[in-house]
């Protein structure tokens, strides 16, 4: 069974740092990767996806991720952080040829940015 | 117009009682989904419906029962509630098959949660 990690639960930086948050997840197969971004006291919100082709992906407000099938990983990145970014992200996985009803959540990782 | 809708927003309630929550969606997928989630963020998956047919029920105790008159709803029925039950549920929707000319997309589209507060 697919399973996601993510290393960090809760990141502090600076306004127009740079973020990377970590994502690991544990599965053989063809894999679906997402992530989600919810701000505080609102839904889950799709931030960017991969399916297939380009393992560099761009999603909205400037985030990217970048899908490194040999070490399992699908970082989220963005170059210069703002105070809005503050959220929770959550990274998830979903195999399509086993389980494509599943959506595997990581615990998520809380971002807090200081004006 | 709101993708995903859920009703309440807020619910507090006592233990013991029984109360229940409605999701709607109205993107045309065919899959519907309940989400827990903790006080520490945490996201688990309860239930999933495709086509109204019940495809995922993960080890959630029997006083949760998920119902799908059609697949545009899912509601989530709690009997007896708890104090452990105090979290926020979401629903979400998703396309995984190709009827009605839909293409499959995976990707969960998320109601805006209801806090259940239970005393």
């Known amino acids: 069974a697919q399973s996601v990690s993510q290393h960090n639960h809760h990141v502090i930086l600076s306004e127009a740092a740079s973020l990377e948050l970590g994502c690991n997840y544990s599965?053989?197969?063809?894999?679906?990767l997402f992530w989600y971004v919810q701000y505080p006291g609102q839904h889950l919100q799709l931030l960017l996806k991969?399916?297939?082709?380009?393992?560099l992906v761009k999603g909205i407000k400037g985030f990217e991720a970048e899908f490194i099938k040999s070490k399992f990983s699908f970082n989220l990145r963005k170059p210069s952080v703002q105070w809005s970014d503050t959220a929770e992200y959550f990274c998830?996985?979903?195999?399509?040829?086993?389980?494509?009803?599943?959506?595997?959540f990581g615990s998520g990782t809380r971002l807090s940015i200081r004006p | 117009d709101t993708a995903v809708s859920q009703t309440p927003k807020y619910l507090v309630t006592q233990m013991g009682n029984d109360k229940s929550i409605k999701c709607e969606q109205n993107?045309?997928?065919?899959?519907m989904y309940w989400y827990k989630q903790d006080s520490k963020k945490f996201l688990k998956i309860m239930f999933s419906?495709?086509?109204?047919?019940?495809?995922i029920n993960e080890t959630v105790p029997n006083r949760f029962s998920p119902k799908s008159p059609d697949k545009a709803h899912l509601n989530l029925h709690i009997n007896s509630l708890e104090l452990g039950d105090s979290a926020v549920y979401f629903c979400?929707?998703?396309?995984?098959?190709?009827?009605?000319?839909?293409?499959?997309?995976?990707?969960?589209?998320f109601g805006p949660g209801t806090r259940l507060t239970v005393t």
């Open positions: 419906y495709n086509n109204k047919e019940l495809i």
């Open positions: 991969y399916f297939s082709g380009d393992p």
């Open positions: 979400a929707s998703s396309q995984l098959g190709t009827s009605g000319g839909y293409a499959p997309s995976y990707e969960q589209y």
């Open positions: 998830a996985v979903n195999a399509p040829y086993s389980s494509a009803s599943k959506i595997i």
């Open positions: 599965y053989g197969g063809t894999v679906n």
């Open positions: 993107l045309g997928h065919d899959t």
